[in-house]
């Protein structure tokens, strides 16, 4: 079993930078791929990006070059950068961490892009 908390989350300013954090327990996440994704109010939970276990990065068009997916394999922890935030942006992130045949999921940390 896998365990995922995210933190990191909050109000900031439109064209500020938050950096969100996913910390795994239960057993190492190493193998798995990991992700983040958003729910806005009223809408579906959206793709933002993902990494491999050998850190290749995929993101969805409208993050791309605003966000920025990492991960500690020793830590146990992956990230998400976010640069330049819009108040689109605005959604509760959660953490994904899956391979075959297995899926976690955090809580979720809501992220607020307001003046």
């Known amino acids: 079993q896998v365990q995922l908390v995210e933190s990191g989350g909050g109000l900031v300013q439109p064209g500020g930078s938050l950096r969100l954090s996913c910390i795994a327990s239960?057993?190492?996440?190493?193998?798995?791929?990991m992700g983040w994704y958003r729910q806005a109010p009223g809408k579906q939970r959206e793709l933002v990006a993902t990494?491999?276990?050998?850190?290749?990065?995929n993101y969805a068009d409208s993050m791309k070059g605003r966000f920025t997916i990492s991960r500690d394999n020793i830590k146990n922890t992956v990230y998400l950068q976010m640069n330049s935030l819009k108040p689109d942006d605005t959604a509760v992130y959660y953490c994904?961490?899956?391979?075959?045949?297995?899926?976690?999921w955090g809580q979720g940390t809501q992220v607020t892009v307001s003046s």
């Open positions: 994904r961490a899956s391979r075959v045949g297995y899926e976690y």
């Open positions: 239960g057993r190492s996440v190493s193998i798995y791929v």
């Open positions: 990494i491999t276990s050998s850190g290749t990065a």
